[in-house]
């Protein structure tokens, strides 16, 4: 299947699927491919490094606002001309933009994969960003922020990121907030697109039903007729860029500043639009350059929540009834990933659920897990990473995603990779990780609360 990067230092099984390949094109652009000749369609999903990290402090929200004026067109596609070539071949497109990258997709019929992808090509590298269409789009994003705004969920994630990652850019919302949203200008976007819109700062991911000799020339030829449409120099936003790398440390340098009692931030949000409380748990986790542990944290949660039986879930909500619903997950980021337990609970039990939740974090600090429960998790993990790489738009998706964070040596055999580091977790390595991640004295907390009528 997918792919690896030689970072992950396993010896990966061979597989029957055809290899993936990775490409550094003339144009800059980096190409991931992967065949999957038994389907009809192609997806494509094109990855690039702007992310919301690279805001500046005086535009937070820039990323995904540019995010939703790429659609807008270019001075030789109208606005929603892309959507309705997409949509008239019965595929489908979706955009979305986080912390360290945004990213555009389609999925079409094979046979128009030379047509569709030149549009989007030179939507990316030559964006109108006209005033009149940013002021019409600026309503569509305050709309978007006043929604998340309202969801008391939503307001409990974002403090609880701000509590974890402190004075780092992962502590800010994505979408931005509602002075820096109406203060962005369309000149100001236009010299950030300039900025980080370019070919070297994009992963083109493939997969589906076109060839490795095909995939490289259609990529090519997409980059090409997008060049040739105009230059993309121009000047380039240094002041953004370095007015948001300023306040950028890392998460790495924060924590080392920082005694784990000092980190025990609580906050609790009281809301009339909940009938039931809220926990949120958060833990600094591993990033990009620790992908095994990265890998284990996941099955640390898996652990944790997966299925009846697994130890919170029994617990807490078939043994005791404190909880409606217990998860727990491991968010993977460039420089350091957060590890989440969010519990939805009646009554005033907050601090007893707590209480169980640290004790089962103590418990797996102070006791190797039992071979067959660890054996149970390990299975259910692998399962569900094969199950979630069926489709072409998630093989596509995958591969453009590890490929941007890093994984540059890629081979064909990421997902027997991938299951190989889990069935090499022993219990000793699980020990020794929930003690350096999952501290129970260093953690941060949301609470959500209803309010009392």
């Known amino acids: 299947m997918p792919i690896i990067c030689d970072r992950l230092k396993v010896n990966a099984l ?35 490094k702007a992310g919301a990290v690279n805001d500046s402090d005086q535009a937070v929200g820039m990323a995904h606002f540019l995010e939703h004026m790429i659609f807008k067109g270019t001075e030789a596609i109208a606005a929603g001309e892309f959507d309705l070539l997409i949509e ?24 128009r994969l030379a047509v569709t992808l030149p549009y989007l090509c030179q939507m990316l590298l030559h964006a109108k960003i006209d005033d009149a269409e940013l002021e019409q789009e600026r309503l569509v994003v305050l709309e978007e922020l006043s929604q998340g705004v309202d969801d008391p969920d939503w307001k409990a994630h974002q403090h609880l ?53 095909d995939a490289i020339k259609i990529v090519d030829a997409a980059f090409a007729s997008a060049n ?18 300023s306040q950028n440390i890392t998460v790495a340098e924060r924590l080392n500043l920082a005694q784990p009692s000092q980190r025990n931030y609580r906050h609790t949000i009281v809301s009339s639009q909940v009938q039931h409380s809220r926990l949120n748990l958060a833990w600094i986790g591993a990033d990009i350059q620790q992908i095994e542990e990265a890998i ?42 957060v590890f989440t337990i969010s519990a939805y609970l009646e009554g005033d039990r907050l601090e007893l659920v707590e209480s169980k939740i640290i004790s089962q974090i103590q418990d797996l600090i102070d006791q190797p897990i039992a071979i067959s429960e660890l054996n149970k998790a390990k ?32 081979c064909s055999n990421w997902s027997t990779a991938y299951c190989e580091i889990i069935r090499q977790a022993q219990p000793m390595d699980l020990q020794a990780l929930v003690k350096k991640y999952l501290a129970p004295d260093a953690y941060v907390v949301t609470n959500v609360i209803p309010a009392i009528s």
């Not at 071949?89 to 079409?108: E, I, K, L, M, Q």
Request: with cysteine.
């Open 296 to 337: 284990w944290l996941e099955l640390v949660a898996n652990i944790l929540t997966e299925g009846r039986s697994s130890r919170l879930i029994r617990e807490l909500r078939e043994e005791l009834g404190w909880v409606l619903d217990i998860d727990s997950s491991f968010a993977l980021r460039q420089e350091a990933g």
């Open 379 to 410: 299975r259910s993990l692998c399962n569900q990473f094969t199950f979630s790489l069926e489709a072409p738009s998630q093989v596509a998706s995958f591969l453009g995603y590890y490929s941007l964070m890093g994984c540059e040596n890629l």
């Open 88 to 111: 008239s071949d019965g595929g489908t497109s979706n955009a979305a933009t986080s912390h360290d990258y945004v990213h555009y997709s389609f999925t079409v019929n094979a046979s």
């Open 161 to 213: 990121m701000q509590s974890v990652y402190g004075e780092h850019s992962y502590s800010r919302p994505v979408i931005g907030t509602e002075e820096m949203i109406n203060e962005i200008t369309a000149e100001q976007m236009r010299e950030y697109h300039r900025s980080h819109y370019r070919p070297e700062q994009m992963t083109v991911a493939i997969a589906g039903a076109v060839n490795r000799e």
């Open 228 to 245: 040739s449409y105009g230059s993309i120099g121009g000047k380039i936003g240094q002041g953004l860029a370095s007015a948001a790398n």
């Open 14 to 48: 061979s597989t029957t699927a055809s290899p993936s390949t990775f490409l550094r094109l003339g144009n800059g652009v980096t190409l991931v491919h992967q065949e999957m000749p038994s389907v009809a369609v192609v997806s494509v999903d094109i990855w690039v």
